[in-house]
């Protein structure tokens, strides 16, 4: 199959087109979203749903979230809206957080990985938002890359994962988050935090009050414990290369990284916070941002945990309140939870 990219900046309507028209065909298009590149197909065909699973090599057991341009198909979707989905929608719909909630008759099991409920996202990207009107379909969506590797935040990305595989990408530039949507499960109460991004814990509790957290979120599941979602027992963000998390006081950090790099005899490469730069000095390293600003490290990492052409990645570890959280939970998940505390 040959893998055509379309600009789709500036809207472009022949290029939503083409997209909309694949869809309803039963075909997978990659489109951007706000958070990463994903892999859409119609979520209510399950022939069009298992190519996505073929087209990542992804485990069928790990299910999918279905992206809306409206909340009305909400109500389609989910056997009823709880009061709290409600009143997060209104707060961050369009936007990056997706909601679990029970899952309506309609949705395939094939969508479910065969659980009883069903994720639902809005994704705030005017791309992906005329593509889903255009389409008039709920879109089942997981991130666009190949199972197991980083998720895309550029079409390129999604090129070196899916040529060959996928008949069309749209491109629209890229992604401005760059990891994927906070993922809060309806279904207990307190609701629980599955997957940490971009809305914060601090930003949904401002809304709906205190919420639970998945103990998965900063350390491996252990022995026998069951995930609360799927996601959390595969391996995910793994790069080419060994990654190694060193956490503490932001200068102990460095020293560290520092004694490591020279003492590893490995090729190394250092993801440094603006802050610590100066201190890689003559040592192999990007800058992914400023620790004030997790929103920046997050939008720059999988790009770096992509192209790391080494043998060892030292990554420094950053304080986990807000946005903090969900670059720490990638971190960490990218070294297999190899992390070191100084
Ligand atoms: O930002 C995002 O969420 C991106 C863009 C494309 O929208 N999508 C994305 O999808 O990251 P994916 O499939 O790569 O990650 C979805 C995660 C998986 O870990 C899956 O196990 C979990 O959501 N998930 C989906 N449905 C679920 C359900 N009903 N119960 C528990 N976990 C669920
Ligand atoms: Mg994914």
């Not at 472009?12 to 990659?30: H, K, Y």
């Not at 791309?127 to 590797?149: Q, T």
């Amino acid at each position: 199959m040959v893998t055509q990219i379309i600009t789709a900046y500036n809207n472009s309507p022949s290029a939503v087109t083409a997209a909309a028209a694949l869809l309803r065909a039963g075909e997978c298009v990659a489109f951007p979203t706000e958070t990463v590149y994903g892999l859409g197909a119609n979520g209510l065909d399950e022939g069009a749903v298992a190519k996505i699973f073929a087209a990542k090599g992804r485990p069928n057991d790990n299910p999918l979230i279905l992206h809306i341009h409206d909340f009305a198909q909400a109500e389609q979707l989910w056997t009823d809206i709880p009061e709290t989905a409600k009143q997060l929608a209104a707060v961050f719909w369009p936007g990056p957080l997706t909601l679990i909630y029970t899952a309506a008759p309609c949705v395939p099991a094939i969508v479910r990985a065969n659980l009883p409920t069903v994720a639902l996202r809005m994704p705030d990207n005017e791309i992906a938002l005329h593509m889903l009107r255009a389409a008039g379909l709920p879109i089942a969506a997981p991130s666009a890359n190949s199972s197991g590797s980083p998720s895309p935040t550029s079409a390129a990305h999604v090129m070196d994962d899916l040529n060959g595989r996928i008949p069309l990408i749209l491109d629209g530039g890229a992604c401005h988050i760059g990891i994927e949507s906070t993922i809060l499960s309806l279904c207990t109460a307190p609701p629980t935090l599955l997957r940490p991004g971009a809305i914060t814990r601090e930003m949904i509790e401002a809304v709906i009050g205190e919420i639970g957290l998945s103990p998965a979120l900063l350390s491996p599941l252990q022995q026998g414990e069951t995930p609360q979602s799927p996601g959390q027992k595969h391996r995910h963000y793994a790069p080419n290369c060994k990654v190694k998390v060193i956490s503490g006081e932001p200068s102990a950090v460095a020293a560290r990284i520092c004694e490591l790099y020279e003492q590893s005899g490995q090729r190394c490469h250092i993801a440094a916070t603006a802050e610590n730069a100066p201190h890689y000095t003559g040592k192999q390293y990007t800058t992914l941002g400023s620790r004030g600003n997790p929103a920046t490290l997050c939008a720059n990492l999988f790009s770096l945990l992509r192209a790391a052409d080494c043998d060892l990645l030292l990554m420094e570890g950053i304080d986990t309140s807000g946005a903090g959280l969900a670059y720490m939970n990638r971190v960490l998940r990218a070294a297999g939870f190899d992390g070191e505390r100084v």
